[in-house]
């Protein structure tokens, strides 16, 4: 089975070449998953901007074009 993974991910990040496994697949279901960023408070302007854009990205209501806005004006 080489080349072979299993990771945790949002299902609208789920793109082709990648299927969702379930308990058909013999899978557990996952339960919750926490995500964490830590970064310094000074760090450069590029990993800030990272930052911001990872924190926006998983918030339960994604707008991309907004997501995409805010991070232009910044």
């Known amino acids: ?5 299993v990771t945790a991910m949002e299902s609208c990040l789920i793109g082709p070449g990648l299927r ?11 339960g919750e998953v926490e995500i964490g ?3 310094e408070p000074d760090a450069p302007k590029a990993v ?10 998983v918030q339960p209501s994604r707008d991309v074009s907004k997501l995409m806005n805010t991070l232009a004006l910044n």
């Open 37 to 39: 960023l830590h970064f």
């Open 48 to 57: 800030q901007t990272l930052a911001e854009y990872v924190w926006l990205a």
């Open 20 to 30: 969702r496994l379930s308990q058909e697949d013999g899978v557990p279901p996952l």
């Open 1 to 5: 089975m080489a080349g072979m993974a």
